[in-house]
């Protein structure tokens, strides 16, 4: 654990805290995405989509659908998380299981382990979570202008707007893969947009998004 911390200091993920060796078996390492992380700790988040990225804002839509994220369990370099959807969800099926899987921490920043709503694009990829102001990226559209041919790229961007969504001053993990680009956006307390481009290469052009929004009180 020691030789974590001065790399987690860092981490634009981590909220700013000093923690002892009296720290409470309830949150045995220092907080990753979520503050004060807690067994049972829940956010929501709610889907939408953008139809045709050339008509916005009108093409922005909200879905019926909201995924609770949960925390399940902890260990000193491990958080154990699941996802399912609300019982009214539009995409809800009946005995359908929530989805488990964890967050490895690494030297060379957050790894993450198995299938899931938010993080599948980054699946068994090691986020670089050492962003500053001086790697900067900027709107376009539904997508962000990257100066980099990185398959994970972590930098800051200062505005994302989209729709009803608004985000100020917040680090980004984006990854880009054949015709589709994923873009999650995060700050020291939590994870709040996990955003999805798609490039339709079948004419006419069209270019499409979707994506899980943090609810907040």
Same mark, same amino acid.
């Given at each position: $654990?020691?030789? +974590?911390?001065?790399? $987690?200091?860092?981490?634009? $993920? ?20 979520? #503050? ?22 009108? #093409? ?8 609770? %994220?949960?925390?399940?369990? %902890? ?17 809800? /099926? ?6 488990? /899987? ?15 709503? +938010? ?9 670089? +979570? ?13 997508? %962000? +202008? ?20 608004? %985000? ?50």
């Amino acid at each position: $654990m020691k030789k +974590l911390l001065p790399f $987690m200091a860092l981490l634009l $993920m981590i909220a700013a805290c000093n923690q002892d060796d009296n720290t409470q078996a309830t949150t045995p390492i220092e907080p990753i995405i979520f #503050s004060d992380v807690e067994v049972g700790q829940k956010f929501f988040y709610q889907r939408y989509v953008v139809n045709n990225c050339d008509s916005l804002p009108g #093409s922005f839509e909200w879905r019926d659908d909201t995924l609770v %994220l949960e925390v399940t369990g %902890l260990e000193e370099s491990k958080i154990f998380l699941q996802e399912s959807l609300t019982e009214y969800s539009e995409n809800y /099926y009946e005995n359908t299981p929530p989805v488990q /899987y964890s967050l490895d921490f690494t030297d060379g920043g957050l790894l993450s382990v198995g299938s899931s709503y +938010l993080f599948s694009p980054y699946s068994e990829d090691t986020l670089r +979570l050492h962003t500053s102001n001086d790697n900067t990226v900027e709107q376009n559209g539904c997508h %962000l +202008l990257h100066d980099s041919s990185e398959s994970v790229i972590g930098a800051f961007i200062s505005t994302f707007e989209l729709g009803d969504i608004s %985000l100020m001053d917040k680090s980004v993990s984006s990854k880009g893969e054949f015709l589709t680009s994923y873009d999650l956006f995060y700050d020291s307390e939590k994870i709040y947009t996990l955003h999805t481009v798609f490039f339709d290469d079948v004419g006419p052009f069209n270019v499409s998004a979707f994506g899980w929004n943090l609810i907040e009180e």
